[in-house]
Every structure is written in structure tokens, then in C-alpha cells.
């Protein structure tokens, strides 16, 4: 002992601390140094990992028993805002106790995080102008990531996250009424499988047409990297096109439209090129072979891009508008044709009994795109059933279209729209849109999600709230609606229980481990970037989920594993929804 005191003694009086000592008393001091302190950062301390906009309200969370709080500025740790929490609340939805720390008067920009003596730090987190774009950008170029039949490769931004064109093998299944090859090259995978499903395909694609229509303005010049880009069509529309591509390969020659691609079952966690399962066209089993619904989703979604991609490629806006009024004609001919997954196929059922509401939102668009008086006919005789599916999202925004139809006819500029149903309908939003926000205002965590809401796909819901929120916005200007709409995106990217951003990528503490194969085949440390997970799930229907402690309440059955598909797969329906509401919030 004493001899390696003296050596070290020695040592130092030659040569200065040895490098070993050197990088103890660096971890030591790095320890108390606020850029590497993120990692023991408390989770007890909730913030938006992304940030807040200069002159919003600037709320953050606290889970554990305090009674002041200070933020603090990277990285050199000086005190900026000091604040004193307000006392606690009881959330049902979490079991929480949560506390309120307000420093909305905090208007310089930066990056901070907060510290609560005895607690510890937050996360950081910017304040700033334009703090949602990369977080934008990231989640629509998500939707590349999820491209199928061709090569995908992220780029020197995330290197390695690429890969070879998939799923080039395709036919017919017996129960699409056909036989032989038939590839379909295109579409996004689904979700954290590889299957492309016409029903969630209607949904989303209608919604992310529908943030360039509403949003354009702030979203033409956003470049994605993709293949297209510089093209000179947007690239949000480029890459929205991939999929719309192969959502028009789905119809048959009778205009009607298949159900779904997919293998017979889902495939393993393999990378997409190493899924050597045939990728099937399948139909209902019995003639006519395709589905009401499928049918009814393709005739709204090609509808509208007939009048969103005019100005960029007219051929291609009227083929669009070809297929969206050959399959409405079909559905003329089938009100309701429904689908359930054949003998020998068990992937995605995405199961609906009605297409009413589908066929609704297809007569919806095709009125505001083209004026059509049978269009209108339709609706005006079948919408009024549907007014009180406005008060609150759907569970399941791919079967349930009556929001998306009222929505589209009371945002349509076409002459000859009856004046009064508008109004009904804008009336309906906007008092739904008050009573989301002041339900918002009182929440303990500022969600709208109430108990009922924490179901499969539960992110998508809250981004669905932001999305009501804003088109109610539209209809009737109110600063309480855009301020509860972004209280949800406050909430995906980590102002919630578990302080973690639902994003993959996306925060200093995001989603690790998603349903998702890419992320999942074992070949990357971290996930493919910019996506949603899917978020608290009380129906705990898979094994993870199924094995929690029964006494957790909703807010909290979810869990960052792989095997959790029931919580934590990602998805394209709640991954536009995300986008939708990041676009809104865009400056
Ligand atoms: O709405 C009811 C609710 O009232 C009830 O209390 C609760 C009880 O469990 O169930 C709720 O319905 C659930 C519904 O999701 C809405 O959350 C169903 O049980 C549940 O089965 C259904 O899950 C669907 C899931 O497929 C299983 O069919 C999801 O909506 C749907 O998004 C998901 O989609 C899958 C595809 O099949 C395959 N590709 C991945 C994709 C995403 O996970
Ligand atoms: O990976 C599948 C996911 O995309 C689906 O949403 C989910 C529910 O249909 O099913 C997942 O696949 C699981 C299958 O249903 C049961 N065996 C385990 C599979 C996941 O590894
Ligand atoms: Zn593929």
C-alpha cells in the first residue's frame, strides 16, 4: 500500500496525475456537470423532450412530493426561472399525484431543464421558434422508412437504417376470386408488421392529404430526402403518392376494391427483405370478392387526391378521380360487402361491420371535389345519425369515418352545399372543441384522454384530440382549442407517467423498443426514427401487457417491450394522426 502510494506519489511529481486518475476525477466532476447529467435524469419531472414555442404556455409536470422548482440553462447550469409548485392533484387514469410546475413567463430562447431540490433534473428540452419542426420532419419521413417494393435508405443522417426492396413476390389468394401472380409493388407496410391493409391504408393516406390541404402552406416547402425529392411536387405529396400508388393497384377492373396484401400469417422479426412469405391479394372469400369498405375508403382517399395533386401532375389527378368514381359505383351496387379473414389467413382482420360511415366520407369528397349532385344527395340523406361522433374520437379511426365525412362537408367550399347542415356540423365541433379543452384545463396531466380512451392504439387517440381540436379551430378560431391540442402532443412526447416520448428518436428519453420488425430483426442498437408507439392499452391484449399487476390503472398498462404489440407497436393510422397534429403546430 505504501509502496504504491509513493509510486504514485512519484508518478505525480513527474508526470501530473496518471491518465486512469484523471478519467475517475473527469466522471467524477462530469458527474455535477449538467451536460452529461440528462442520464440520471428523473422521471418523476415530466416535459416535453421537444420543447415549447417562445410565448406558449410552458407546463411541466411533477410526480413526487415538492415544494419549488428552477430551470435551468444548458449547459452551463444557470438558473433562469425559479417557480414554486402548486399543490398536488390526484389522476385517476395514472394513480398520480401531480403537481404543476408553470414557467410560462420564461420567453427567452434556449435549452433548459428543470431541477427540484431533493427530486433531481428533467430531461431537456428548447424553447424557441419552430421547436416541432425536426420532430416533424422525422415523423413524416417515417412514412419513407415504411415504404415497400423498393430500396429504403435513411442516409448519412442514420446510417445503416436502409434496406433492399422488399416483398417483390406477390399473387393472388384463392378468396380474392383470382388466380396467378400479381406483385402490387408499392404501399407502406402497416405497422410493425409488413402487411398493407386497404382500410387503415384509407384512413391514414385521407389524413395526411388532408394536413396539406389544411397546413400546405407551412408543410410545400418541407424537404423529406426522399427519393422524389426536387422533383417539384412537395415532398409531403411525393411521399404520399407511394402509398396512393399502390392503393390504386387495389381496385379490380368492376371498380371494386380488395381487402388487403399480406402474407397468410405475419412473418417473424426478420428485416422486410428477408420475408420470403408470398404477399397475397385477399379478398372476402365469395363473390364479389372485394369489400365495401376497402371500396369506400379508396373512392374518398382518390377523391381528394384528384384535387390535391391537380396543380402538380393533372394525369394523375384524373386517374384519381376515375378510380374514386368507378369505386363509388361499385359500392352503389354493394352497400356492404364485409370483410373477415378467410379459412388459412391470419394476419390484420381490421374488422367492420358497417360501411355506412365509409361510404358517407367517400360521398363527402367526391362532393367537394367534384360538385356532383348525387354525391351531395347521399350525404344529406344518411349524415344526420352520425352528428354525435363528433363529440370524441373514435377507439379505432380505421373503421370509424363518420368524423372525417361530416369534417370534409363542412370544410368543402362547393356551391350548392346546404348551408345549414355546415352549420349544424361546425356547431357540433366547436362544442365538442370547448369541452375537450376545458376537460383538458382540468386534467391533472392537461390530456384530453379520458378512461376509456386508454385502448389499443390509445397515442393515436390523443393525437386524434389534437386533431378535432384543430379543424375545430378552423371552423371557429379560439386559442383555448390550439392550446389543448398541443396539451396532446405535450403528452406524446413526454409529458406524461412515464416521462418518455413516444417517438422513437425522438427526446432525450424515447420509445426503445417498439413492435416494430425493422427495429426489431437484431441488427440495430436504436429504432428507425420519427415513430409513434402505440401507447397505454387497458384491454391488455397481449402477454406483456396481460402479466402487469392488475391494480395499474389505464393510463399505465403499457410497456417498452418488443412483444407488447397490444402497447407498443407502431402504426401508419396513429402515425398520421401524429403528423397531422405536428403540422398544425408548425410555425
Ligand atoms: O373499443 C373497444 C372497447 O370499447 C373495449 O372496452 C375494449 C376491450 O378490450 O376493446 C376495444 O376494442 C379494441 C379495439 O382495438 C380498439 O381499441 C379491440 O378489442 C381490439 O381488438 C382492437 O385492436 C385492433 C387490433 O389490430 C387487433 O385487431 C386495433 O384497433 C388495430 O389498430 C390493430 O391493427 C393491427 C393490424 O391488425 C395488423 N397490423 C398492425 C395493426 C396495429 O397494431
Ligand atoms: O406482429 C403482429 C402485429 O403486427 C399485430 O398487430 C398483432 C395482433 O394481430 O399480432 C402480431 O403478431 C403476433 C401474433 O398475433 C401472435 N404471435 C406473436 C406475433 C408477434 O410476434
Ligand atoms: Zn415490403
Known amino acids: 500500500m505504501n509502496e504504491r502510494l509513493n509510486l504514485l506519489d512519484r508518478w505525480r511529481l513527474r508526470f501530473g496525475w496518471p491518465p486512469r486518475i484523471l478519467l475517475v476525477m473527469g466522471l467524477c466532476l462530469a458527474s455535477f456537470s449538467p451536460a452529461v447529467r440528462a ?51 390526484a389522476d385517476a387514469n395514472t394513480g398520480d399525484r401531480v403537481q404543476v410546475a408553470d414557467f410560462s413567463a420564461l420567453h427567452k430562447a434556449g435549452k433548459y431543464y428543470i431541477e427540484i431540490p431533493g427530486v433531481g433534473r428533467s430531461w431537456t428540452f428548447t424553447v424557441g421558434a419552430n421547436v416541432y419542426d425536426h420532430a416533424f420532419y422525422l415523423a413524416m419521413r417515417a412514412f419513407y422508412g415504411q415504404r415497400c417494393g423498393m430500396a429504403v435508405n435513411l442516409g448519412s443522417e442514420f446510417p445503416g437504417y436502409s434496406h433492399p426492396a422488399c416483398h417483390t413476390h406477390g399473387e393472388f389468394h384463392p378468396s380474392s376470386g383470382r388466380s396467378g401472380e400479381r406483385d402490387n409493388l408499392g404501399g407502406w407496410h402497416d405497422a410493425g408488421d409488413y402487411g398493407r391493409y386497404m382500410v387503415n391504408s384509407g384512413a391514414t393516406t385521407g389524413t395526411l392529404l388532408w394536413a396539406w390541404e389544411l397546413f400546405g402552406t407551412k408543410l410545400g416547402s418541407v424537404r423529406l430526402n426522399i427519393p422524389e425529392s426536387g422533383n417539384g411536387t412537395p415532398d409531403i405529396l411525393n411521399e404520399i403518392r407511394w402509398n396512393l400508388e399502390w392503393m390504386l393497384k387495389m381496385q379490380d377492373s368492376d371498380g371494386g376494391a380488395w381487402f388487403k396484401q399480406t402474407s397468410t400469417h405475419f412473418s417473424g422479426f426478420v428485416a422486410p427483405e428477408d420475408d420470403n412469405l408470398p404477399s397475397e391479394v385477399i379478398g372476402t372469400g365469395s363473390p364479389p370478392y ?26 394523375f389527378a384524373a386517374r384519381n378521380l376515375e378510380v374514386a368514381r368507378r369505386a363509388w359505383a361499385w359500392t352503389e351496387k354493394y352497400p356492404n360487402v364485409t370483410f373477415k379473414n378467410p379459412t388459412g389467413i391470419l394476419t390484420g382482420e381490421y374488422g367492420d361491420p358497417n360501411c355506412q360511415d365509409e361510404r358517407l366520407w367517400a360521398a363527402a369528397e367526391l362532393w367537394r371535389t367534384t360538385g356532383g349532385a348525387a354525391y351531395n344527395d347521399f350525404f344529406l340523406r344518411n349524415y344526420s345519425g352520425y352528428l354525435a361522433t363528433l363529440d370524441s374520437p373514435p377507439a379505432e379511426n380505421w373503421s370509424s369515418l363518420a368524423p372525417m365525412a361530416l369534417q370534409a362537408y363542412a370544410l368543402a367550399k362547393q356551391k350548392g352545399s346546404d348551408a345549414k347542415v ?52 378552423i371552423f371557429h378560431p379560439d386559442p383555448d382549442s390550439v392550446n389543448a391540442a398541443r396539451d396532446n402532443l405535450h403528452y406524446l412526447l413526454g409529458r406524461n407517467t412515464f416521462s418518455l416520448s413516444w417517438v422513437t428518436r425522438v427526446g432525450e428519453n424515447a420509445v426503445k423498443h417498439p413492435h416494430h420488425r425493422p427495429s426489431g430483426d437484431g441488427k440495430l442498437e436504436l429504432p428507425w426514427p420519427g415513430l409513434l408507439a402505440g401507447g397505454p392499452n387497458a384491454g391488455r391484449q397481449d402477454a406483456v401487457l396481460a402479466a402487469l399487476p392488475t391494480s395499474l390503472p389505464p393510463a399505465k398498462d403499457y410497456a417498452d417491450e418488443m412483444a407488447s404489440y397490444a402497447s407498443n407497436e407502431v402504426a401508419i393510422n396513429w402515425q398520421a394522426s401524429l403528423v397531422f397534429l405536428l403540422a398544425g403546430e408548425l410555425e
Open 290 to 315: 372485394k369489400s365495401t369498405c376497402a371500396t369506400a375508403d379508396l373512392a374518398a382517399v382518390a377523391a381528394i387526391a384528384a384535387r390535391v395533386y391537380r396543380p402538380f401532375d393533372a394525369a
Open 422 to 473: 355546415i352549420a349544424a356540423i361546425r356547431e357540433r365541433c366547436v362544442t365538442a372543441a370547448r369541452a375537450i379543452s376545458t376537460r383538458t384545463r382540468d386534467n391533472p396531466y392537461r390530456v384530453s384522454m379520458q378512461a376509456k380512451d386508454y385502448v389499443w392504439g390509445s397515442n393515436g387517440v390523443a393525437a386524434l384530440y389534437g386533431m378535432d381540436l384543430l379543424i375545430a379551430n
Open 39 to 89: 442520464q440520471n435524469a428523473s422521471l418523476a419531472i415530466k416535459v416535453d423532450q421537444v420543447g415549447y414555442p417562445l410565448n406558449d404556455p410552458k407546463i411541466a409536470f411533477v410526480s413526487t412530493a415538492a415544494q419549488s422548482f428552477a430551470v435551468r440553462r444548458m449547459p452551463d447550469g444557470a438558473v433562469v426561472y425559479r417557480g414554486r409548485l402548486t399543490p398536488p392533484q
